[in-house]
């Protein structure tokens, strides 16, 4: 194990969410870990575990560099085709294929696009021997009901779990529906050629369009949301550590939102670049250090913001600290490994000085070649 790894076991990791029990122990932990590494006014501070504002997630969802945003745009337009195709060459039920393309598309990677394609088509075919066999009874009024209940409970069981089996549950819900509907003017068999057709359709649209727009999308983004996301850390530094006037909340402040926006960010682009078809593991392994480190440095100052009493930094150390950020976000940009930049102790908080030393230390030269 080498320096680096022997650093980075000292540091704790947080889940975005918990329970109760599992908050206290992290409080322990926490604790702890301020004993080694903190001074003894910052022991014994309560900690606390704020979720993110729903104005926030917003935001950040239409921000230019949001992985969201970026997907919903390949949503509608691959969406859009898929529907134009479907009614131009007037299939039944032709809103079966943009549908199936979008229920596609909604894997979180391109690995996971093509699960899911694959999981509809086998869950298609079940489903329509399922269908099947319920409709060979020939069932009708309150039973109908009775199944098209049960299986929608089935699918809202098995959705979030697996959509393979999912798939077994609400393929005979929408041929019963489409069945009983119909007051007997077509035949079973009508509708299950339909469904097996749009679906199959639906689904190779959805899965084109996601390798073609989406393979390589994420991890091409990455130096440029990492450097952002180093230079709203650096404002976010700034405002903590200088003086604001009186009554300012750090804790509520723009460039505290614009961090966690780009953190957010930056942590579904990475894990969006994992599943990619190929995915580059040397190029990912190369970036880890510098992601983890900066989750890690958000943390910290998010943190220390909702603290008072935080020492003002003379305008040598600020200007210093900057320096060394702008030094680091350049170097994301540019492929080269960043200049080490002396970094000037802040009173009372050690941590972030070492984490920034972290930061510097985690590029040991330019990526890898895609």
Known sequence: MNKRDQQDTTRILQPEKMEQQVSHL????????????????????????????????????????????????????ITALAA??????????SYWVPLSCVAVMSGATIVATFHRAIQRFFGTVIGIVIAGFILSFEPSGFVIALFILGLTFFTELFIVKNYGLAALFF??????????????LFSFSYFAQA????????????????????????????????AKTLR?????LMVLFSDQGKGFDAS?????MKMRTNLSNLQTLYNTASGEIPANRKVLDHYW????????????????????????????????????????ANAATRNIAPKQIVIPEIEG????????QFLQSGTEGPCPNK
Request: aromatic share 10%; glycine share 4%; no cysteine.
């Open 171 to 184: 393929t005979p819900n929408a041929l019963l529906m489409a069945e009983s509907t119909s007051h007997h």
């Open 252 to 256: 509520k402040s723009r460039e505290r």
């Open 84 to 93: 134009i195709l479907a009614y131009e060459f007037e299939f039944a039920r």
């Open 26 to 77: 992290f409080s322990i932990l926490y604790n702890a870990d301020a004993i080694l590494n903190e001074p003894k006014s910052k022991i014994n501070k309560s900690i606390q575990f704020d979720q993110v504002s729903l104005k926030t997630i917003f935001m950040g969802a239409f921000d230019k560099n949001s992985i969201v945003l970026i997907s919903s745009i390949r949503f509608g337009v």
């Open 289 to 328: 250090p510098n992601i983890y480190s900066t989750k890690h440095l958000g943390y910290l100052l998010e943190t220390y913001s909702k603290e008072e009493n935080r020492p003002v930094l003379s305008d040598e150390k600020l200007a210093q600290i900057l320096y060394a950020f702008e030094t680091m």
């Open 349 to 356: 908080y050690p941590s972030i000085k070492k984490e920034i």
């Open 232 to 236: 709203s850390q650096a404002q976010f």
């Open 195 to 226: 469904r097996f057709i749009d679906i199959v359709i639906g689904s190779a649209i959805g899965l084109i369009g996601a390798y073609l727009i989406g393979r390589k999308t994420a991890s091409s983004r990455i130096p440029h949301l990492l």
